[in-house]
């Protein structure tokens, strides 16, 4: 279980540990170093999804370890509540931004083997806060240093913490 405090409120989460270790793993090693304090959801939109865990109050990317194997073949699917791992359109280039699905999305899921059809790796679920995701993604956003859909006002990530 991971607990994710934002100024917003606070989500829980249950990782897939069984079907994605290798991504859950690489989620827990960037909470232990304490990673994703003070980074923000830098990329809300309403019906889709909320995403963060990688760039600062200034929108400066923070330095990742290196990129991880995409485990979306055997992950469960990209369904409302669920965390993914975001990436560019390179299958295996996840690090440390994740993104929380606020609608069923089954596009994002496990196709086939092409970088068009690999998929968005899901390694778990909110378990309680689902409100606190909601209300993230229904804040008024923008454009900020090059990036689209930025919330106008910081929706900053506190801590995350491996919690019981």
Known sequence: MVL???????IRLKLDTENTPKTAENFLSYVRN?????????????????????????????????????EAK???????????MARTSDPHSATA????????NAFLNFTGES?????????GE???GMDIV???AKVKTGNKAGHADVPVEDIVIESVTEVE
């Open 4 to 10: 994710i405090k934002t100024s917003m409120g606070d």
């Open 34 to 70: 304490d990673f994703y304090k003070d980074t923000l959801f830098h990329r809300v939109i309403d019906g889709f999804m909320i995403q963060g865990g990688g760039l600062t109050a200034d929108m400066n990317t923070k330095l990742t370890d290196a990129p991880i194997e995409n």
């Open 74 to 84: 055997q992950a469960k699917k990209n369904a409302r509540g669920s965390i993914a």
């Open 97 to 104: 931004q994740f993104f929380i699905n606020v609608a069923d």
């Open 115 to 123: 970088p068009q059809t690999f998929g968005y790796c899901v390694f």
């Open 126 to 128: 909110v378990v309680e």
């Open 134 to 136: 909601d209300a993230i």
